[in-house]
T-cell receptor
């Protein structure tokens, strides 16, 4: 069956621009997670959705980062006024329920020049 | 807070060698433990998991046992193959909290040569 998909796979942007990253979870998965993978910090949790609500936003690094999820499905992670330190691979994962195994997408590689 | 520590890499082995990648954790509550693998150019894949003490997770010849007394979840394989070359991540989630994010170790790069 179809796994988690993310788009774009690669994104190059200029410092100060806004970017939107998209995640399509596995059909029927109610929980959705965003993580960031960078050389210096390893894999970091950003935000979690259960349905359309985000009970845990504790990992968002600054107020430039926001995310939403609509229809209990697609999620968008938005980074405003990008900085070079935002360069990383942004990973999305989904799970059938809140305590179920998380399945990861291929990631979006973001490079801020 | 919760954390995962895994051995630094890279680990370089010859084909058919025995593999151990150490992982220890610090957690409040009763975490579930995972090993994820990231093959070159691919996304993270769940390799195996264990949800309670003394459980053994296994998959593709890899295994790891949840040791509460030593707070460890070491990954082992008896005979590695070139195709096992990848980055391996140990992770935990706190089963007492709904929707808790995974906390990952830094990752260990394994390189297997023929």
């Amino acid at each position: 069956g179809a796994g988690v998909s993310q788009s774009p796979s690669n994104k190059v942007t200029e410092k100060g621009k806004d970017v939107e990253l998209r995640c399509d979870p596995i059909s029927g998965h109610t929980a959705l997670y965003w993580y960031r993978q960078s050389l210096g910090q390893g894999l970091e949790f950003l935000i979690y959705f259960q349905g359309n609500s985000a009970p845990d936003k504790s990992g968002l690094p600054s107020d430039r980062f926001s995310a939403e999820r609509t229809g209990g499905s697609v999620s968008t992670l938005t980074i405003q006024r990008t900085q070079q330190e935002d360069s990383a691979v942004y990973l999305c994962a989904s799970s059938r329920g809140e305590k179920e195994t998380q399945y990861f997408g291929p990631g979006t590689r973001l490079l801020v020049l | 807070g919760n954390s995962v520590t895994q051995m630094e890499g890279p680990v370089t082995l010859s084909e058919e060698a025995f593999l151990t990648i150490n992982c220890t954790y610090t957690a409040t509550g009763y975490p579930s433990l995972f090993w994820y693998v990231q093959y070159p150019g691919e996304g993270l894949q769940l390799l195996l998991k264990a949800t309670k003490a003394d459980d053994k997770g296994s998959n593709k010849g890899f295994e790891a046992t949840y040791r509460k007394e030593t707070t460890s979840f070491h990954l082992e394989k008896g005979s590695v193959q070139v195709s096992d070359s990848a980055v391996y991540f140990c992770a935990l989630s706190d089963s007492n909290q709904a929707g808790t994010a995974l906390i990952f170790g830094k990752g260990t790069t394994l390189s297997v040569s023929s």
